[in-house]
């Protein structure tokens, strides 16, 4: 064989295929933040319109006359402490608690099965630097943030995609009287 002859059966490298532009490749760009995750399912929230407050009370501690009941009213109770979330209205200003919080509930049912939900949308408020505290209901999720951060944890939700309402009031209906 000479110089300018290839052998057939002599191995070839294997051929590299020519770099892509990023928009043609299967990646896309991350625009989930630190923690990489892929852009996931987006979100329908309600915004409640009643400043809440999250109380600390002692363990085994019985509900307080002044704890109204609000869009979102929660008792958790473990060994070492009971927490309350209440309207914030009548908590005495002595009380362990932290005052001037908004609720954004998840609409919907949200099935057990169904995973990253909270990751989803708590990741963008961590980027925002906003700080949350959570309740998970039976049925779905709570997000409170305090009244100062509400607007930009809207605004935070609405750049990834998720949509942001302000909560309708509920009425209960009238009682029926007794003839």
């Not at 909270?118 to 700080?131: F, M, Q, R, T």
């Not at 505290?133 to 990834?160: C, N, Q």
């Amino acid at each position: 064989m000479t110089d300018d002859q290839t052998d057939p059966t002599a191995e070839q490298p294997a051929e590299q295929p020519a770099e892509q532009p990023a928009e043609q490749r299967d990646e896309q760009p991350d625009e989930a933040g630190i923690l990489g995750l892929p852009e996931g399912p987006t979100y329908e929230l309600q915004q409640f319109p009643e400043k809440l407050a999250v109380v600390k009370l002692p363990p085994g501690a019985e509900i307080p006359e002044w704890a109204e009941s609000s869009s979102l009213f929660s008792i958790t109770a473990t060994a070492t402490e009971t927490s309350l979330v209440c309207a914030g209205r009548n908590v005495p200003t002595k009380q362990v608690a932290q005052k001037g919080m908004t609720a954004f509930a998840v609409m919907g049912t949200l099935d057990f099965a169904l995973t990253g939900v909270l990751a989803a949308l708590l990741l963008p408020l961590a980027e925002a630097e906003i700080s949350v505290f959570t309740i998970s209901t039976y049925d779905t999720d709570w997000i409170l943030v305090p009244v100062a951060k509400a607007e930009d944890a809207a605004e935070a939700w609405r750049r990834r995609g998720h949509t942001v309402n302000l909560a309708v009031p509920v009425t209960k209906p009238p009682r029926k009287s007794k003839r």
